[in-house]
């Protein structure tokens, strides 16, 4: 019960922060929502350390079939650590076009073909985990019916997510009367909230399945000493 309390506590605690620091974002310097800013760099430190949580997890649960999913979630986490930090790299300034046109370098990288088949051998690797492994069983399905599962975290992630697509051009009226540069800061700093909000979740579940490999382990020394008598009594 304590425990789904601190979850409940987290979630509003996120979800207020979530609301102040967009409320706050009116008044935040310009230079933050810039391409390598303040705000972009710490997007990538907090996918960077989901990243490395997850392979901590995959390491701890080793030999446990479920620790799988902690593979998948770490390619998960390399994947957009990789369009974070390759998003800029798309646009470059051509030589043939005039001061300060940017063009869509996406085509000149040479590059291009070697990135789309590490993406697509990732996408492989994590089907391939979760086929063989049967981590929908294993997993997914034992965290919903213990209930393990941190919606409220997962809400405010995809509302924050959803602020950021709205703050980039693809809202309302209402929000395009805000200045451009506004919308900027507004939509990093919701991005900042949803890789926040993710990065928690994923610490309640690496926290929630550790208890599953101490009821393991009970157990197993359970059989062990039952074992142990019954050949005594023999």
């Known amino acids: 019960m304590r425990t789904l309390v601190n979850i409940r506590s987290s979630s509003w605690l996120l979800l207020a922060g979530l609301c102040v620091s967009v409320v706050l974002s ?3 310097p310009l230079s933050w929502g810039q391409e390598y800013g303040l705000l972009e760099n710490v997007q990538a430190a907090t996918l960077l350390l989901g990243m490395l949580v997850a392979l901590m997890a995959a390491r701890q649960q080793r030999g446990m079939a479920a620790s799988k999913i902690w593979w998948v979630a770490a390619l998960c986490w390399l994947s957009v650590l990789g369009h974070e930090l390759a998003w800029d790299a798309l646009s470059v300034t051509s030589a043939s076009a005039g001061a300060g046109e940017a063009i ?3 085509g000149l990288l040479w590059w291009k073909p070697a990135m789309m088949g590490l993406c697509l051998a990732m996408l492989l690797a994590c089907v391939y985990w979760v086929v ?13 019916r213990e209930r393990a599962i941190p919606w409220g975290c997962l809400l405010v992630a995809a509302l924050a997510m959803l602020l950021s697509v709205l703050a980039q051009g693809h809202g309302s009226a209402w929000m395009h009367k805000l200045p451009d540069a506004t919308l900027a ?15 928690w979740a994923q610490w309640v579940l690496l926290h929630h399945m550790q208890e599953w490999r101490s009821s393991s382990y009970l ?5 062990s000493l039952t074992k142990g008598l019954e050949r005594r009594t023999i």
């Open 104 to 106: 869509g370098s996406w």
């Open 132 to 144: 063989r492994h049967r981590l929908i069983s294993r997993v997914v399905l034992r965290w919903l």
């Open 26 to 28: 009116v008044g935040l």
């Open 185 to 199: 800061v507004m939509g990093e700093v919701a991005q900042c909230w949803t890789y926040a909000a993710l990065w």
């Open 219 to 223: 157990q197993t020394m359970h059989f």
